[in-house]
């Protein structure tokens, strides 16, 4: 398997931030990017990526909130209540006071006076055994951060891809914009000359119709060429977080760098998440079963409460509670039953979604390996047509200054070198676009 090796090994993520840095000592009305710097302010500023990077923050705090649950929850209350209760007059005790019956004389409205209650305590909860639900738990919300990474590190991936491509789209257009633009001038220059020679009558008004019709033609070319370069830089723009209104100026990527020896790439990040996500699956399942055993939590309460402010915090009115209590369920209508069979579905699914992923991934290795070596083969075709074509202009303008041809045959001449000027340029670009889907296939970034 063969590709490329770039020419320098650099680190990337300082060739980034210097070649940001530059971009941003630009002047405002105009942002000069070379290729890292494009990348680099994409890393930054892309809309997709900063969302991604904010699910890794939010699955990173999720750990220590699972995490909260195996640690003592501690709670200090306090409260003053007003309380009247007739409770005790509807009790049969009560009642044996109020009847006529009774012996003693008893004033009711002593017994349903109002009360005032000062209460302050502290209480602490804790977890006993769970059967190693808060544990799997744990170690699930873990799995869900590296997951989530995964996913950033393929959101990053499209993202600098997409910004590589449309980067080269954009120098694309340019190239096509100029090459159309010398035509025009050349089809100018053309008709000028014509029109000097006509004036001599050493051409005819044939020549000059051509010439003419050579120059009309050029012009639909121009306008959606410039269109199509508008367009272009709109699409970087917003891969960019600019303002689509912004002016861009691009460097050039320079020649593709020769075929070295294969690298190795990375284990597709697509691939990792899902096989985390069986892991939280499997995992899951621990869980699902531990709400079927015994749980045994502790919980403990002292604090006071008197009906005046002055007892507080004295004895006898220190009230105190320690519970050990466990939880069994013992029937739950099959809902846990349930849950497994859903869970052992989910399970199978990303299964057979990585087997088809891992497919997928290892036909689009080949073919970007394919794909990549056509395209250095249509380069080299294509550098071999242009200096042959160069070579033909050449000869035509002396012949024709000769007199040895025609004005049609020298137009000719001049269409077919222009053409062959704008495939040379989309050859390298289409060997750097091929590079670059080789190492998106390899879970490399573009570099």
Request: aromatic share 8%; no cysteine.
């Amino acid at each position: 398997m063969l590709i490329f090796f770039p020419p320098a090994v650099i680190d990337y993520q300082e060739g980034l931030n210097a070649t940001y840095d530059r971009s941003h000592a630009s002047s405002n009305d105009q942002v000069k990017l070379d290729f890292l710097g494009a990348l680099s302010r994409a890393s930054m500023e892309n809309p997709l990526l900063k969302a991604a990077k904010a699910v890794v923050d939010e699955r990173k705090g999720l750990i220590k909130t699972i995490r909260a649950d195996a640690y003592p929850q501690v709670t200090i209350n306090g409260d003053f209540s007003r309380i009247k209760d007739v409770s005790m007059l509807n009790s049969s005790f009560g009642e044996s006071l109020t009847s006529e019956s009774s012996f003693l004389p008893i004033d009711t409205s002593a017994l349903t006076a109002p009360r005032s209650y000062y209460t302050t305590n502290i209480g602490v909860n804790q977890p006993l055994y769970q059967f190693g639900k808060i544990s799997t738990a744990i170690d699930i919300a873990k799995m869900g951060a590296n997951e989530s990474e995964s996913a950033y590190r393929t959101s990053e991936l499209n993202v600098l891809h997409g910004v590589a491509k449309a980067y080269l789209a954009v120098l694309s257009a340019k190239a096509e914009t100029e090459v159309i633009q010398s035509r025009m001038v050349a089809a100018e220059q053309f008709l000028n000359d014509v029109n000097a020679k006509l004036e001599v009558q050493s051409a005819t008004e044939l020549d000059r119709l051509r010439a003419e019709s050579e120059l009309y033609a050029v012009m639909p070319d121009a306008l959606q060429a410039e269109a199509n370069l508008k367009r272009a830089k709109e699409v970087l723009n917003g891969m960019l977080g600019l303002d689509p209104k912004t002016d861009i100026e691009l460097a050039d990527m320079g020649q593709p760098p020769a075929m070295g020896r294969a690298i190795a790439g990375e284990e597709r990040s697509e691939i990792t998440q899902l096989k985390i996500q069986e892991d939280m699956l499997k995992a899951n399942d621990k869980i699902i079963k531990s709400d079927l055993l015994p749980k045994i939590d502790i919980s403990a309460q002292y604090g006071y409460q008197a009906a005046k402010t002055e007892n507080l915090f004295k004895e006898p009115y220190d009230p105190w509670r320690f519970t050990i209590s466990m939880r069994w369920p013992i029937f739950d209508g099959l809902r846990m039953s349930g849950k497994r069979a859903q869970n052992f579905a989910q399970l199978e699914q990303i299964r057979h979604i990585r087997s088809n992923q891992e497919r997928n991934f290892a036909v689009e290795l080949q073919s970007s390996e394919r794909e990549l070596n056509k395209a250095r083969a249509f380069l080299e075709a294509a550098k071999k047509a242009h200096d042959t074509g160069q070579e033909a202009l050449r000869v035509s303008k002396e012949s024709y200054e000769q007199g040895l041809i025609t004005s049609l045959d020298l137009l000719q001449a001049e269409r077919t070198a222009h053409q062959l000027q704008s495939q040379l340029r989309r050859a390298e670009l289409g060997v750097w676009s091929a590079i670059f889907d080789y190492q998106r296939s390899n879970s490399q970034l573009p570099n």
